[in-house]
């Protein structure tokens, strides 16, 4: 392949023309986002979306990155004098980085190895004519290659020195160890064993003290668990072809060796010695070069997994429903410390604090009701926001009680997730955006303001800090801050800014502004006071026409001079919404949200040589309801009184909650106990579940049926299959919610998960290791432990 077959490989990836794959390259390198091109620039790229930008944008990367190291690989041996017209052909139709890197191998620059110094001695010869003529006597022939000057000092020197030639030479033919990756692949089981003397202390990884799994079944949590076990110290983990305790059979790699280079038993003279070549090349040099190739596999497609199941958390989190402009009373909670409160206004500036102490030790009960009312009176507070981590239900007692008592302030209470705001709290950002205010107290405002808009407070806290991903710490943080940061451009530009209200955070994740510029815009607005319409914004230094290009489509201007600025219709496109005005024969305050005139226009009556259908009937859509927020309607759960701690939970006891997190093997789900439960992916509905975002997403009310609580554990089993009993559940939901592996003899398919509902039980039996060179050697991390204590850290 080349550069230029670049665009077509994409093309037959993502199921576009080539044509659209060159215009969006065309546009990517110009400069542009992938938010614009997905909104502005449909007739430029055939209409590709947001998600297959994202696609072209991530495998343009490697593509481009393949084809600079394979121009490297083609230098490196033409320099060496090595290329040959046929290895060349093979070169440049390697479709991947490993088959590249595969035919380098034999050229690839090395420290001087067994093979090299037997080339030396002049032992090649000896090789070639044992390895082409099997009929030759190995002993016979090798005696005269005999050369005490040349480090050969007897027969078995000579033959040992033939056989590291002939091994390197196996093992780096790429046709080879092509065919051996991909077998091993299709056929090993990963292996996982306790390493002796860390049973107590590695109990959560119980589920992986005696496991096997096909390789290419082995889900992405369970792998990344078993390297976090094998990262502490406490498995090890191993490949396994065929059956691992048969010692009297070739293993299959061997056999495959062997079959590769035409070696095989036929009682010639030399047949034997080739044969034990074979062995040799599998077992010292290519068993551990694929075993390790194949666990880097394992764990990149493993973290690529995770890292896609923390984007659309991520995703659901930031689109959460706003609960909108309405003046929110926070409560941080707290027992010694006591309760954080802060007050925000109905455009989320901070207007008031003070700290209560209602809970144990100073049991100020009444005081604390007596200055939540006061507070709420005096702000005209419509919502209480309540963070959800220690002291929570008890605080949300406070707020019911306080409503009761004051039915007259017409309050509504609302538990709000705290994960990261802690982070928040300590940021340089909020040290500037509220000075002077105690470091709890900025936390408390946070959460309200996270209540009244998700999105735009979110916004201010790095992502990997949200916390609702799945082993985040085991993978690339540069990978996953990358993708997160991708969610988070989508989010906030699918959602739209307010220009004049907007942080420097928020605006830094429009499209083309960043960091710099945002604090420019803001710097602007404080000094000018708000912006009167978009074109104002080519009055902030630094800000050029083509930024103002990238971003002017995703800013609002609410209230402004133009009634246009409001909308997502872009600048550029105003022209056409005048030809619209002037079909319909009204001005713009009467057309904008007119339904019925703007849906019996014809969208291919505007369109121009800049501006075809796809784009006139977004403006169309837009006008309807210009700003429309694409986010949910905002609803809250409603927890059940007198269930506030994990010991308050009976099975089949029927509660609503808010999912919090979901994992590949099901979702959390915050009851009010302090302690999220797990529905695992089975129990999720009456049918089959594959994906459990299938079902449900953060931020979603649900209904729960509590199967199993282990108190001494802090684990909650739960079902939304309301036809679920406790009793017939066996505990299984709890013990084996985890997506526990099948576990027994080698070669014993793995359960899976059943359709019926549980998952499958612990077959017990015992797995003795590796053989042929597959035999242990790595270390690896348990799954309902593991799940529920990697799940959610409350305070972020």
């Not at 612990?762 to 242990?776: D, I, L, T």
Request: charged share 30%; hydrophobic share 40%; glycine share 10%.
């Amino acid at each position: 392949m080349t550069v230029a077959a670049i665009p077509g490989k994409i093309a037959a990836e993502i199921n576009a023309q080539e044509s659209q794959i060159k215009s969006a390259i065309e546009l990517l390198d110009g400069g542009a986002t992938v938010p614009f091109i997905a909104r502005y620039r449909k007739e430029v790229t055939g209409g590709l979306d947001d998600a297959q930008l994202r696609t072209l944008e991530t495998r343009l990367t490697y593509l481009r990155e393949m084809e600079e190291r394979r121009e490297a690989i083609v230098k490196s041996i033409d320099e060496q004098g090595k290329m040959t017209d046929d290895l060349m052909v093979k070169i440049m139709s390697a479709d991947t980085k490993a088959r590249l890197e595969d035919l380098y191998l034999p050229y690839k620059p090395k420290r001087r190895t067994k093979a090299q110094i037997a080339r030396e001695a002049g032992l090649e010869p000896l090789a070639d004519m044992l390895f082409g003529d099997p009929t030759k006597d190995p002993e016979k022939e090798a005696a005269a290659f005999v050369d005490v000057e040349k480090g050969v000092e007897d027969i078995k020197a000579a033959l040992d020195g033939a056989r590291q030639i002939l091994v390197e030479r196996f093992a780096e033919d790429a046709a080879l160890v092509g065919a051996l990756r991909d077998y091993v692949w299709e056929e090993a089981r990963l292996v996982s064993k306790v390493i002796e003397g860390k049973e107590q202390d590695g109990a959560k990884f119980a589920d992986y003290f005696d496991y096997s799994e096909p390789l290419k079944k082995v889900p992405s949590h369970r792998a990344l668990a078993i390297f976090r076990g094998r990262k502490e110290e406490v498995l090890q983990a191993s490949l396994v072809v065929g059956d691992a305790e048969d010692r009297t059979t070739p293993h299959p790699c061997e056999l495959k060796v062997a079959h590769h280079f035409g070696i095989r038993d036929e009682g010639r003279a030399s047949d034997k010695w080739l044969a034990d070549t074979a062995r040799w090349a599998w077992r010292v040099k290519l068993s551990l070069f694929i075993e390790m190739e194949l666990m880097r596999r394992l764990w990149e497609d493993a973290e690529d997994e995770a890292i896609k199941v923390f984007a659309e958390n991520l995703r659901d989190l930031l689109l959460a429903a706003p609960a909108g402009s309405r003046p929110t009373l926070a409560l941080d909670p707290g027992f010694r410390t006591g309760v954080k409160v802060a007050v925000v206004d109905a455009t989320g500036k901070l207007v008031d604090t003070h700290t209560i102490y209602p809970h144990q030790p100073q049991n100020q009960w009444d005081q604390s009701v007596a200055a939540i009312a006061a507070l709420a009176l005096r702000h005209k507070a419509e919502l209480i926001a309540i963070g959800n981590g220690t002291a929570s239900r008890e605080t949300d007692q406070l707020a019911a009680e306080v409503i009761a008592k004051h039915p007259e302030l017409k309050l509504t209470k609302i538990m709000v997730s705290e994960a990261g705001a802690s982070v928040y709290s300590a940021s340089e950002y909020a040290s500037k955006e509220l000075p002077n205010v105690d470091v709890s107290l900025r936390g408390a405002a946070s959460i309200g303001r996270r209540l009244q808009d998700p999105l735009a407070e979110l916004v201010k806290i790095d992502p990997k800090s949200i916390g609702v991903g799945q082993y985040q710490h085991d993978i690339s943080a540069f990978k996953l801050g990358k993708a997160l940061d991708a969610v988070v451009e989508d989010c906030v530009n699918g959602v739209g800014v307010d220009l004049n209200m907007a942080s420097a955070p928020l605006l830094a994740r429009v499209s083309g502004v960043g960091p710099g510029l945002a604090e420019a815009i803001v710097s602007y607005r404080d000094q000018n006071g708000a912006f009167p319409d978009r074109e104002a914004l080519k009055n902030v230094p630094r800000l050029g026409p083509k930024v103002f290009e990238q971003c002017a489509g995703f800013l609002r201007v609410n209230g402004g001079s133009n009634p246009l600025d409001r909308s997502a219709v872009h600048p550029e496109a105003y022209p056409v919404v005048q030809r619209i005005l002037t079909a319909a024969n009204e001005n713009i305050e009467q057309l904008i949200g007119d339904v019925k005139v703007l849906r019996g226009l014809k969208p291919a009556q505007f369109t121009d040589e800049h501006f075809g259908e796809p784009t006139v009937r977004d403006i169309l859509a837009e006008l309807e309801k210009p700003g429309r927020d694409p986010r949910p309607e905002f609803k809250t759960a409603t927890f059940k009184d007198g269930v506030e701690k994990i010991t308050d939970l009976k099975p089949d006891m029927v509660l609503e909650g808010v999912v919090t997190n979901v994992a590949n093997f099901g979702a959390f789900v915050d009851v009010g106990v302090h302690q999220d439960g797990l529905v695992h992916v089975s129990a999720l509905a009456d049918r089959f579940v594959k994906d459990p975002r299938e079902v449900v997403k953060p931020g979603d009310v649900v209904k729960v049926k509590v199967l199993e609580v282990d108190v001494a554990r802090k684990r909650i089993g739960l079902s939304m299959r309301m036809g679920d009993k406790a009793e017939q559940a066996g505990g299984a939901q709890s013990r084996s919610g985890q997506d526990r592996p099948n576990q027994g003899k080698p070669g014993q398919k793995s359960g899976g998960k059943g359709r019926g509902g549980k998952p499958p039980r612990s077959g017990g039996a015992s797995n003795k290791g590796g053989s042929g060179g597959f035999g242990g050697g790595s270390q690896g991390a348990g799954a309902l432990a593991a799940a529920f204590a990697a799940a959610k850290n409350k305070k972020g």
